[in-house]
């Protein structure tokens, strides 16, 4: 927990009391090493020629490992730098001594990194990896690259991204925790303990980050860094839960997001940074801005120029400055001109200094050649994380006429390029993967003894090979094409206005589905696609994810039975594009759509999502039965028995979900309040009993009021959003 003992709130108080303005003011400023020289053409063409293929990424790659970079020891030394983004144990070692051993207080930097989802271990994204539905698998894969990135100097994580989402336009779904509250608020609070919770060490725990603060997945359109504008009751009721219980878990950090909200930019927006996020929810640790965002307040029309929007953005709370420099050049000259108070300096750095202290920076500045080593051969604790992570976040889709799993006896043809790109398994934002340590599609099936023949074929980009789809359609007894995007086609400045496989690979898997053999499609996407044609004719369907250096040994687990598939869905599948943004939790509207013409419909497609949140399905089959619900003073009792009424073992997310049917604002038709895992034997029936706390079945007005309204509530239970047992009951708080 994010805590300071009497004595470290002292060391901070007595630094504090010491430092000049400038010294104040270069806490507040993160760099991270600008790129000098090196270069035929400028960076910013540089970026232009990976980005429209003029150059390889590799080639790119090798461009940037070997230019020179300015690490701005002579700032640093003058106590003008806070924080850096690296990530070499060695260079972060060297420019550390000079923080803590030539600069006037000895303040050390602090290294903070987008370690998402994993740092040398690469775990599922998080949209894959929320629909493991499992808290404490979030809490370990958090806990396990909180302890390999310390190893490597990087002390602050600037994860978990916990913005809900509910537009698969926006290529930032990837990377949280997908369309609902509840379930983004239960692996923000997860991802928090994980990151933060093991203080046994100064080597086990970092500062987490929570991002983007707040409603960046709200943005319009699905287009990223889009104005975003909704009621203030939305604001509390969907995109600010998940760090409220941030917060309350707490999160030493957070991090203001790039949109206007309502009219504001984040990054200046008193009413959500100081308000709520510092004053109501009782932020202790510091907030930082997002890359280069101060600068673009001028951008958005809501500062003059540079010192404008420096000002604004630490008076409204706004503590450090990522990438523009923008406080270390102004806030001097507007603190002497009065227009920023030394208060806001003092609140900001001690916030700052707080953390670090609370991290042990001040007494442990420096990685030991033994730290830096730990992990160089990766602990079979740990690629065996990463295997269970991957395992529980593949979800089943379709698989008419059980194709799956396959037969060891089945020759499989495997096709599509993804299937053997080692950097196409790992997701948007990982960082520090290692090639050694990736399982492709490719290699999990011949690591589980599968006759497996490989045909590239085609992939998310290019051209179709026709010889090697005749030769995979002639070969092989099943045929298992994987298809979806590249990691480049989701994460950040990545949103698409069509969400359909693209290029040629739905024209691929009809030219496979002609041999007349089964044909079971493995995705591999970062966001939700719209499957309309895919789920009409391919008759299995494995959602795979990016699902971290562990892929191709969890995939080939399921495949061929060695796993029954338990993930479900974190965000909704939509049969066409046009259906974003799509999500369960949605209002009733005085029209629900129906087959009717007057009701809330498209006249060219259906209105409700192909793939449900919630929705996976297993080897097994589940049944509910005997639902009931009993209510004591403090919350109701959900009782239900499940029964596995299929022929081997498998393991049900059971969820819980609730309506208010009437109340003074409307409310949504259904809100996930609870889930467990219940693993059952073939033939077992389980008792199972979901609890929801009464005072967890309000809502929020737009002046922030909580309320319980008595009532009638429906009371839901099933294995996704849309299957469910229902009652009815009548509830006075
Ligand atoms: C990026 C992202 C943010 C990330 C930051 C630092 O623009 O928006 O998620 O943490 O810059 O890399």
Known sequence: MYRLTEEQKKRVSDLLSQMTLEEKIGQMNQISPSIVGGFDVSFPELIEMVGDGRISHDEFARIMNTVQRDYREDDIRAGRVGSMMIQDPVKMNELQKIAVEESRLGIPLISGLDVIHGFRSVYPIAIAEAGAFDTDLFERTAHMAAKESRTQGVAWHFAPMIDVAR??????????????????SEFARAKIHGLQGDMSSHENYVAACTKHYVAYGACESGRDYNTTSMAKS????????????????????AMASFNDLNGVPCTVNAYTLRKILKETYGLKGFVVSDANAIRECVTHGIAQDDMDAGIQAAKAGLDMDMGTEIYS???PQAVAEHKVSMEVIDEAVERILSVK??????????????????YDELPKAHTDLALEAARKSVVLLKN?????????SQKISLVGTLADMKEEIIGAWAMSWQQKDCVTILDGLKNAGADVSYYPCGGPEGDLNLDEI???????DVIVAVVGELVSMSGEAASKADITLSGRQREMLERLLSYKKPVVAVLMNGRPLALSWESENVPAIVEGWHLGIQMGNAIADILLGNYNPTGKLAASFPYVTGQCPLYYNHPSTGRPGSGSKFTSRYLDAPFEALYPFGYGLSYTAFEYSEMKVEENEDALEIHVKVANTGSVSGTETVQLYMQDVTASIVRPVKELKGFAKVALAAGETADV???????????????MNYCLENG????FVGGNSRECLKTQVDVEF
């Open 167 to 184: 537009d698969s336009r926006w290529g930032r779904v990837s990377e949280g925790p997908g369309e609902d509250p509840y379930l983004a």
């Open 234 to 253: 939305q604001l509390h009721n969907v995109y600010l839960p998940p760090f409220k219980a941030a917060m309350e878990a707490g999160a030493a950090t």
């Open 329 to 331: 050049t102004y806030l």
């Open 357 to 374: 202290m609370w991290l042990g920076l001040f007494d442990h500045p420096y990685i030991t050649e033994e730290t830096m080593h730990r």
């Open 400 to 408: 008419e006429g059980n194709i799956l799993p396959l037969k060891k």
């Open 470 to 476: 005749a030769a995979a359609g002639n070969d092989g």
């Open 689 to 703: 009993v979901l609890t929801l706390p009464k005072n967890k079945m309000g809502f929020y007005d737009d002046d």
């Open 712 to 715: 009638k509530f429906n009371i």
